[in-house]
């Protein structure tokens, strides 16, 4: 049935053209033998053509736009006929009789546009005459084209400043009240069409399908009403006095009465566009006033948002325009108008209001970036509206990001906003994964900005906004969170907590026990995450605290000293073993008790290797993790300097023990002489135990033959002989540095015995080996080449 009606449309268009083209042709013949009686008769009825009332606007658009341009040419004709023989107001007579009134207004419009241009009689009259005459079309396609004609022809003839159709007579007045009567009437029109069928409609179709096409239809003529308020634009004397007392309130007075929301939207819009930002700001309390006025179904929110995002942009164009939006009082009126607009509908969605009060925000931070109170008021505002309603999804939590957003890129300071009292209530309507994007946002808005937030109370309310990144939420779908992301936000968290500093260390320290309250509600997929960030702040308050004067009063209970510290770190550590993650705590509980050597603090030392011991002995089960775990602990404790001879034997004995019941032979053989360092530290007078590390390396060897025997039990060869070499290298390490318990028939042994099993028939090959033993070698024969004591200690080496 649609189809049909599309066919049949096409059917008409064409027979209408058809029409068009025989007529302007005999018209044309007419011109051109100067018959102006036939030339009309043939125009008037190729203009009859647009009395079709088959068409759509779109396809009667098409049949206008070829009879307009047949038009132009009657015109040029007419403008030459004048200047001859034929008298204009004889012509404007003429064309009065033609039989139909659709051609004989096209034609009166037509001739009435040459009638201005000769200046025979005041253009205020004729322009008069002719809005008058066009009335007598009220079949709204047809007298919205007509009248679109006239506006065409007759908008570089209006009596403007500076026109040439200016004069005693005619004046700017003149032009503005034909353009609204003009716009009045289309409008008028334009209304009117919502009551009658579509084009192409069939009953079939229902009421909500004809519907539909109707505002389709409407929508496609919408512009031929609005340019005349483009062309009232236009006009040079509208003043702003004239503007405020005649062209907004007749406009206004329009719009408001003729109660349909697609004109009354539309039309609301056009004026905001068209007319310049400094009326609007003048006569903002008129505009305004109307908003409650229109229709509850008219999407106010977009209007007033495109008048708020145009005075923005206004303010920003220039400061010396800021005074005036002081002097009007812009923001109050703003604001009492969005309120009454709220308030007058009721049933408007929290998307609107949130929206409205978006765009008031953008404009407030624009024109008044001082008042911190303003902002303050539209989020208070904006909590009011929201309340009640539960949790945000959608569209509306996307508009209330927008909005807390605002503050953070228009000051760079998240210290802003933590002034804002309601701005963690408008965060708290937010639903969880919104809630994690606006806490990101804060987050990277105080990286972007290097931020420095300097006291424990804004480090607090900070983390109560962005809680959604460091605790666990009600409805927290961490199980089903891509991990990547999830790695990502709480790496942002990591930054965000090693940025957090303080000159003075006792406000230092209440910022890391604020830290420490918020971030130990995070659960155990967070801490991992959270803690060592805090922990490595932590260390360097130690650090700072400890280079600071000794002498320094600790009679304080709350003074910020190691110790006070130290113990709040064992205790933030013990929960993450908890949680668990043993490698990550033992790694730093070693780091903790390397701050303490540091502080010369041994007990606290002792402790935090006491804590690292048990972590390795009762949640370390992993053969790899063992490895790495102990590594850490040797590397650790050799670096020590504060423990007595008493504790460190006792953790170098401990070390040792766990380095003989790894796992593989190669690990404990690694382990072993790794340990044979904790019995000789360079640069400590007194740790230079020779035989105890000659003990170590003995210890290495016996476990690197017994792996060599495995090795021929179970594959049938002696295995890779790499271990032998790795300890020749320690052998050759400590003999440099002294150790008199090396010696040079202890070494030849080692190198005979790496020669003989790499020569060995049951050797496997290993050119890795085979690569170290020969830069092993070369190192000795540089050493024998340097000369002096050196050259003298290696010589006796046979190579």
Known sequence: MISDGIEDEEKWLTAGIAGLQQNAFYMHRALDSNNIKDALKYSAQMLSELRTSRLSPHKYYELYMRAFDELRKLEIFFKEESRRSCSIIELYELVQHAGNILPRLYLLCTVGSVYIKSKEAPAKDILKDLVEMCRGIQHPLRGLFLRSYLSQVSRDKLPDIGSEYEGDENTVMDAVEFVLQNFTEMNKLWVRMQHQHAIGYSGLQGPAREKEKREKERNELRDLVGK?????????????????????????????????????????????????????????????????????????????????????????????????????????????????????????????????????????????????????????????????????????????????????????????????????????????????????????????????????????????????????????????????????????????????????????????????????????????????????????????????????????????????????????????????????????????????????????AYEFFTQAYILYEEEISDSKAQVTALYLIIGTLQRMHTFGVENRDTLTHKATGYSAKLLKKPDQCRAVYACSHLFWVEDQDGIKDGERVLLCLKRALRIANAAQQMANVTKGSSGSVILFIEILNKYLYFFEKGNTQITVASIQGLIELVTTEMQSDTATSDPAADAFFSSTMRYIQSQKAKGGATAEKFEPIKV
């Open 228 to 604: 005349n308020l483009h062309v009232l634009s236009q006009i040079e004397g509208i003043d702003l006095e004239l503007y405020k007392d005649i062209v907004l309130p007749r406009i206004l007075e329009q719009v408001v009465n003729c109660k349909d929301d697609l004109a009354q939207y539309y039309l609301m819009d056009c004026l905001i566009q068209v007319f310049p930002d400094e009326y609007h700001l003048q006569t903002l309390e008129t505009l305004l006033g109307a908003c409650p006025q229109l229709q509850p179904s008219v999407d106010i929110k977009t209007v007033l948002s495109g008048l708020m995002e145009r005075l923005s942009n206004y303010a920003a164009s220039s400061v010396e325009v800021l005074p005036e939006f002081v002097q009007v009082e812009a923001f109050a009126k703003l604001n009492n108008a969005i309120g009454q607009v709220i308030e007058a509908q009721p049933d408007m969605p929290v998307f609107g209001a949130v929206t409205l009060y978006s765009s008031l925000l953008t404009f407030t931070l624009h024109v008044h970036p001082d008042r911190l109170d303003y902002v303050d008021q539209i989020l208070g505002a904006c909590v009011n509206k929201i309340s009640g309603k539960g949790k945000l999804e959608g569209k509306t939590t996307k508009q209330i990001v927008a909005l807390l957003s605002a503050p953070l890129e228009k000051y760079s300071d998240i210290d802003i906003a933590l002034k804002l009292s309601n701005y963690p209530l408008v965060m708290e309507y937010l639903d969880d994964s919104t809630n994690k994007v606006m806490s990101n946002v804060i987050i990277q808005s105080i990286m972007k900005n290097k931020t420095h937030i300097s006291t424990a109370d804004k480090v607090g309310a900070l983390f109560e906004l962005i809680k959604g990144l460091i605790k666990d939420l009600d409805s927290d779908g961490n199980d089903e969170m891509d991990e990547d992301d999830f790695k990502e936000e709480q790496n942002f968290v990591a930054r965000l907590i090693q940025m957090l500093y303080n000159n003075d260390p006792e406000e230092m320290l209440k910022i890391i026990c604020t830290v420490k309250k918020h971030i130990m509600t995070g659960g155990p997929k967070r801490l991992p995450f959270t803690i060592p960030p805090l922990i490595y702040n932590a260390l360097k308050l130690v650090r700072r605290v400890q280079s600071q004067d000794e002498n320094a009063s600790e009679e304080a209970t709350t003074s910020a000293t190691p110790k006070k510290i130290f113990q709040i770190l064992n205790q933030t550590i013990e929960v993450l073993s908890t949680v668990p993650v043993p490698d990550l705590a033992l790694r730093l509980y070693l780091e903790c008790a390397e701050a303490a050597n540091d502080c010369d603090l041994e007990p606290v």
